[in-house]
């Protein structure tokens, strides 16, 4: 390469580029790299830390026999809790949304918002602000199924005794996922 600037770079420069960054990252390991961070996570006061929470919302949505792309979103939701926590489902919904479908990309990017309308004993936001906060979303064609997704996988999912199974349980989602071809968004 020979560039010194983006815009002096050929159109063979580009292709090289494509070609060799197609090689170099494969976005289902960097995905899981980001969800082993919550692995020996502290669980800063929830009965399990991020990564079981992640795994145990991922069985209960096998167990549900929902789609691929909904057991790799409940992998993912809070992957980026480590390094955004106040916007960390926007963060884990842009990471997934070349290769999820705009109802999947729009409930992990919204989840934080509305899982706030199950926090009834929260200082702040069981005082109605939640609601507030959640409103304007309702009329929203994905809100509720964001809803369910909020109470049947992610509100339940900090039970130390659930029999939660491994990653490896989910290999099968994860490579029909991010085998898709992704999509450019814009």
């Known amino acids: 390469m020979t560039f010194r600037r983006m815009r002096d770079a050929t159109r063979q420069e580009w292709e090289d580029i494509e070609r060799l960054e197609a090689e170099m990252y494969d976005p289902a390991v960097g995905a899981l790299s980001l969800l082993q ?3 020996d996570a502290d669980p800063a006061g929830h009965p399990v830390n991020g990564y079981e929470h992640s795994l145990q919302a991922a069985t209960r949505a096998l167990r549900a026999g929902d789609t ?3 057991i790799v979103a409940c992998l993912f939701h809070d992957a980026a809790v480590g390094i955004a926590p106040a916007n960390h489902g926007q963060v884990a919904a842009e990471i997934l949304r070349p290769y999820v479908s705009d109802e999947v990309f729009w409930v992990v990017g919204h989840h934080g918002i509305v899982q706030k309308l199950s926090m009834v004993n929260h200082p702040y936001w069981g005082s109605g602000v939640a609601e507030e906060l959640v409103g304007p979303l309702r009329s929203h064609p994905y809100f509720e199924r964001t809803r369910r997704f909020c109470e049947a996988y992610d509100g339940m999912s900090f039970d130390p005794m659930y029999d939660t199974l491994p990653l490896e349980a989910f290999e099968p989602q994860l490579n029909a996922v ?6 450019r968004p814009a």
């Open 68 to 70: 691929d792309e909904m």
């Open 37 to 39: 961070t919550l692995r």
């Open 178 to 183: 991010f085998a898709r071809e992704a999509f």
